[in-house]
Structure formats: structure tokens, C-alpha cells
Antibody, heavy 120, light 107 residues
């Protein structure tokens, strides 16, 4: 069964750091682009970051550029999002999604999400 | 950045009625558009890709159309499980962007 499971969320203070993980199973992880998408409480979806299958390219939304770093360990079938200098506006549900597993360039498999709360 | 504008924000309909959701892009995106459905407390689910292709397992009552800057998601006859949020998303260029969403609610 194809599955993505996020972990590492929680409550942190502004300025602190957090690392999210996304464990993949049931598919050839290294062949798949991976993305992070977030959703602030009561708001719409916002794409955060993406990484190529081999980790050879990365893209970021302007809102997180310079603060967040996406990475992956294909030997562990795991995607990461290192989040530094967190702000209140980073509070959101964070989803990892596979891009192009079935449909090229589209986010076609999603994890259930993990909550990140940034508050003093 | 490509801005996607969805309308209406909320659609109030009864089961069995037809739903028509609109997504307009700030520049031409050919047919590089997806539609997602999201229910409360759940992750989004891909419904339509490349503007008009249904993803596996998506019922035939869902259909997508359009190209360039104007796109439509149609639900031909609403089932109780279709009342949810719907988002469009473009994949033409970075940053990937989503529309603000349309809520389909029970009238």
C-alpha cells in the first residue's frame, strides 16, 4: 500500500526550529519528486517546497526561502523539512505529497498531515 | 507568480443538483491544471489532472474542462459525499500555486 506518514510536528516558540519527517512506503521513493504543502487554520492550501527524486534540485516558496530546507534520504525512504526561524504565520497543518507517482507533475499521493504551532 | 482565482467562494446546492466551479488563471497555463477535493480533517485528494482527466477511482460525475486561463470543474449530480472544499492548482511554473478554494455546501 502506498503511504506517506508525517512526523515531528509540535508547539514551538517564535524563532525556534523544528524538523518534519515524511516516511514513504509502498512505492519507489527515489523515483518520485516530493513536495511539502501547508494549510493555516481555516485557510487554503499553500505550496511550500519541492525536491527532485535524487535531491538534485529544490524549490521554495518565497515565504519560506532562506528559513526552510527540504532534503531527502532515499536510503531511508524519508523526506525532511528543516524549519528555522519559525514565525507565528508558519502555524499550519503540513502535508507531504508525492508529485508524479501516477500522474506526471501532479501531487497525487498525500500524507495525512502534521500540525505545527508557533506561539509564545 | 501565477494567481488562480476560484469562484464562487461558496456554492449552496442540494443533493442531485449540478455544481459548476470556476478557476481563472492570471496568465495562460495551457491545460496544466489540477482539481483537488478536501473534506474536513482530511488531506486533499487529486480529482482531475491536466484540466480534464479524471484520476483513478474518481466517479464519472466529476468532469473538468478548459484551457488557457479559464477552467471549470463540474459535478453532474451531487452526492452527499461531494459536499467539501475544492481547490484548483497549476503546475506550469514555480511556485506551484493553488486557488483560494470553493466550498460546496448543502443547501
Amino acid at each position: 500500500e502506498v503511504q506517506l506518514v508525517e512526523s515531528g510536528g509540535g508547539l514551538v516558540r517564535p524563532g525556534e526550529s523544528l524538523r518534519l519527517s515524511c516516511a514513504a512506503s509502498g512505492f519507489s521513493f527515489s523515483r518520485c519528486e516530493m513536495t511539502w504543502v501547508r494549510q493555516a487554520p481555516g485557510k487554503g492550501l499553500e505550496w511550500v517546497s519541492a525536491i527532485g527524486g535524487g535531491g538534485d534540485w529544490k524549490n521554495y516558496a518565497d515565504s519560506v526561502k532562506g528559513r526552510f530546507t527540504i532534503s531527502r534520504d532515499n536510503s531511508k525512504n524519508t523526506l525532511y523539512l528543516q524549519m528555522n526561524s519559525l514565525r507565528a504565520e508558519d502555524t499550519a497543518q503540513y502535508y507531504c505529497a508525492a508529485r508524479g507517482l501516477y500522474y506526471q507533475y501532479y501531487m497525487d499521493v498525500w500524507g495525512k498531515g502534521i500540525t505545527v504551532t508557533v506561539s509564545s | 507568480e501565477i494567481v488562480l482565482t476560484q469562484s464562487p467562494a461558496t456554492l449552496s446546492l442540494s443533493p442531485g443538483e449540478r455544481a459548476t466551479l470556476s478557476c481563472r488563471a492570471s496568465q495562460s497555463i495551457s491545460t496544466y491544471l489540477a482539481w483537488y477535493q478536501q473534506k474536513p480533517g482530511q488531506a486533499p485528494r487529486l480529482l482531475i489532472y491536466d484540466a480534464s482527466n479524471r484520476a483513478t477511482g474518481i466517479p464519472a460525475r466529476f468532469s473538468g474542462s478548459g484551457s488557457g486561463t479559464d477552467f471549470t470543474l463540474t459535478i453532474s449530480s451531487l452526492e452527499p459525499e461531494d459536499f467539501a472544499l475544492y481547490y484548483c492548482q497549476q503546475r506550469l511554473q514555480w511556485p506551484l500555486t493553488f486557488g483560494g478554494g470553493t466550498r460546496v455546501e448543502i443547501k
